[in-house]
């Protein structure tokens, strides 16, 4: 089992910035992919970004270049920096982890809310 704990959501400014955080803890040595999702009001709940265990990443077209997906495996820890902010980035935003055996693990989420 895996257990995900995200932090770091709140209310900011159009323009602003702001990093997630997820805290891992369990079987992390069976992820082989990170990766933080959002559910934006009334929406399905899409890929943002993720990378694989080899620290190769992928990106939503909507965030390229204003996202960006690292994890520190010393800390068991994996952050979502996220810039230049749009009020079309509002959204729970949850982290993810695909386990080699095809398990999905998600946090509770965080919620982001990006005023104009």
């Known amino acids: 089992q895996v257990q995900l704990m995200e932090s770091g959501g709140g209310v900011v400014q159009a323009g602003g910035s702001l990093r997630l955080s997820c805290s891992a803890s369990?079987?992390?040595?069976?992820?082989?992919?990170w990766g933080w999702y959002r559910q934006g009001p009334g929406k399905q709940r899409d890929l943002v970004a993720h990378?694989?265990?080899?620290?190769?990443?992928e990106y939503a077209d909507s965030v390229k270049g204003r996202f960006t997906i690292s994890r520190d495996n010393a800390k068991n820890m994996v952050y979502l920096q996220m810039n230049s902010l749009k009020p079309e980035d509002t959204a729970v935003y949850y982290c993810?982890?695909?386990?080699?055996?095809?398990?999905?693990?998600w946090g509770q989420g965080t919620q982001v809310t990006v005023s104009s």
């Open positions: 369990g079987s992390i040595r069976s992820i082989n992919r």
């Open positions: 993810h982890g695909l386990s080699s055996m095809h398990f999905n693990y």
């Open positions: 990378m694989w265990s080899g620290g190769s990443t």
